[in-house]
Nanobody, 121 residues
Framework: QVLLVESGGGLVQAGGSLRLSCVGSGRTFSSYVMGWFRQAPGKEREFVQAITGGGGGILYANSVKGRFTISRDNAKNTVYLQMNSLKPEDTAVYYC??????????????WGQGAQVTVSS
């Protein structure tokens, strides 16, 4: 069992930046692929980025390429999502997840409660 807690969401103007953090419980955090997903109102949950346990492999969605960066600090059981050049269409609830390598929600077994990110135009 892995418990995940996100933080760092908020309201930002277009072009601004935010950094999301996700802290995981347990001693097996480094064994999990960690992913970020987002879900806007009325839309399906969308993959954003994922990072392998050791941090050597990163999977990302084209919609955020060059703007968002995922990283992790296994000593702190934490995964981050640095979001730059934010756009109004990035507005969503952002979820971190722990699981296997992939870009589908079903590849992940554990989910955080979500953090709201709102980008104003």
């Amino acid at each position: 069992q892995v418990l995940l807690v996100e933080s760092g969401g908020g309201l930002v103007q277009a072009g601004g930046s935010l950094r999301l953090s996700c802290v995981g419980s347990g001693r097996t955090f480094s064994s999990y692929v960690m992913g970020w997903f987002r879900q806007a109102p009325g839309k399906e949950r969308e993959f954003v980025q994922a990072i392998t346990g050791g941090g050597g492999g990163i999977l990302y969605a084209n919609s955020v390429k060059g703007r968002f960066t995922i990283s992790r600090d296994n000593a702190k059981n934490t995964v981050y999502l640095q979001m730059n050049s934010l756009k109004p269409e990035d507005t969503a609830v952002y979820y971190c997840a722990a699981g296997r390598y992939g870009n589908r929600p079903q590849d992940y077994d554990y989910w955080g409660q979500g953090a709201q990110v709102t980008v104003s135009s």
